[in-house]
């Protein structure tokens, strides 16, 4: 059964490094992966669309939505991964 999880994520935590782990645990796990910013949702194919995202909408913060057998771990590792990005912005 699919499960679907959300965090948000500050967009200073948001690196290049932390979009790679965040696309490579999610794909390599068959989970599908959404960013929303304010304004627009895009479901993430690539890590070139993510990127692509992320330059073109300049938020403050960003919702992740992770779809899949295993979204909340998902989540819980990749909010373990920012936190440390998220304190030092702060």
Same mark, same amino acid.
């Given at each position: =059964?699919?499960? !679907? %999880? #959300? /965090? ?9 490094? &932390? ?21 627009? =949702?895009?479901? !993430? %194919? #690539? /890590? ?9 909408? &300049? ?6 939505v992770v779809e899949g057998t295993k979204a ?19």
């Amino acid at each position: =059964m699919k499960n !679907i %999880k #959300s /965090l948000k994520v500050a967009a200073q935590a948001f690196t290049l490094r &932390n979009l790679i782990h965040l696309y490579k645990m999610c794909h390599s796990g068959s989970h599908e992966v959404y960013i929303y910013s304010k304004k627009t =949702m895009c479901k !993430i %194919k #690539s /890590l070139i669309e993510l990127e692509t995202f992320r330059m073109a909408h &300049n938020e403050k913060e960003y919702l992740i939505v992770v779809e899949g057998t295993k979204a909340s771990q998902l989540i819980e590792k990749f909010q373990n991964l920012i936190e440390p990005a998220e304190r030092e912005a702060l």
